[in-house]
């Protein structure tokens, strides 16, 4: 049987054989899914994303845009909290900071009720932009790495703070049926996107 060549340019009818037919698992395989798209208004503490199945969906990326809010006197948080449980994460991380005058870098470790998605700098609100992924099968220990950016208008008009997160969950035998995203004070606004890869 001689091979089958296929020009996609020159292709003047469709593809009926079986082995070549186009259907949406064929599309969707391997691929990240978008499951849920949130606009949260400001004044939001928490939202919580169910129907989740982690041992199917196998991973989540999660991407945020928008503002954390309001006043402290310490940096507060935007947390990924798997089925909403009160949990202790381990989260370290790098970050790069530009103050308005001065740059400045450094490692840091902070203890929260979830995985670090995103900080603020110099204890001030700021716009942010974070993704991060988070690995959801049971039978391993369920690990985040995320990246996010802040400016800090509130600091100077040049304040941006950038950095790098990452932590570990080590239950490996619950199911993650939902995915909860919260600050750890204050409140926040703006678009949470999450997408799965079913492999």
Same mark, same amino acid.
């Given at each position: 049987?001689?091979d089958?060549?296929?020009d996609?340019?020159?292709?003047?009818?469709?593809?009926?054989?079986?082995? !070549? #037919?186009?259907?949406?698992?064929?599309?969707? !395989?391997?691929?990240w899914?978008k499951? %849920?798209?949130?606009?949260?208004?400001?004044?939001?503490?928490?939202?919580?994303? #169910?129907?989740l199945? @982690?041992?199917?969906?196998k991973a989540?990326?999660i991407?945020?845009e928008? %503002?954390?809010?309001?006043?402290a006197?310490?940096?507060w948080?935007?947390?990924?909290?798997?089925? %909403?449980l009160?949990?202790?994460?381990?989260?370290?991380?790098?970050y790069?900071a530009?103050d308005?005058?001065?740059? #400045?870098?450094?490692? &840091?470790?902070?203890?929260?009720?979830?995985?670090m998605? @995103?900080?603020t700098g &110099?204890?001030?609100?700021?716009?942010m932009?974070?993704?991060?992924?988070l690995?959801?099968?049971?039978?391993?220990?369920?690990?985040?790495?995320?990246?996010?950016?802040i400016?800090?208008?509130? $600091?100077?008009?040049? %304040?941006?703070?950038d950095?790098?997160?990452?932590?570990?969950?080590?239950?490996?035998?619950?199911?993650?049926?939902?995915? $909860?995203?919260?600050?750890?004070?204050?409140?926040?606004?703006?678009?949470?996107?999450?997408f $799965?890869?079913?492999?």
């Amino acid at each position: 049987m001689p091979d089958i060549v296929l020009d996609y340019h020159r292709l003047k009818t469709p593809i009926d054989h079986p082995d !070549f #037919s186009i259907t949406p698992l064929k599309l969707s !395989f391997g691929v990240w899914q978008k499951v %849920a798209e949130v606009d949260a208004p400001s004044g939001t503490t928490a939202v919580t994303i #169910s129907g989740l199945d @982690g041992d199917a969906d196998k991973a989540y990326l999660i991407y945020f845009e928008g %503002a954390l809010e309001g006043t402290a006197t310490a940096d507060w948080y935007l947390v990924l909290i798997p089925n %909403a449980l009160s949990l202790t994460i381990d989260n370290v991380g790098y970050y790069a900071a530009f103050d308005g005058i001065t740059t #400045s870098s450094g490692t &840091w470790r902070v203890s929260l009720g979830g995985f670090m998605m @995103g900080r603020t700098g &110099w204890y001030v609100a700021g716009h942010m932009v974070c993704l991060g992924i988070l690995g959801a099968m049971t039978g391993y220990r369920r690990q985040y790495i995320g990246w996010y950016h802040i400016d800090s208008p509130g $600091k100077s008009s040049l %304040a941006h703070h950038d950095g790098f997160t990452g932590g570990f969950w080590n239950d490996t035998t619950t199911k993650i049926t939902s995915l $909860k995203i919260a600050t750890s004070t204050n409140t926040f606004s703006g678009k949470i996107i999450l997408f $799965k890869v079913s492999i």
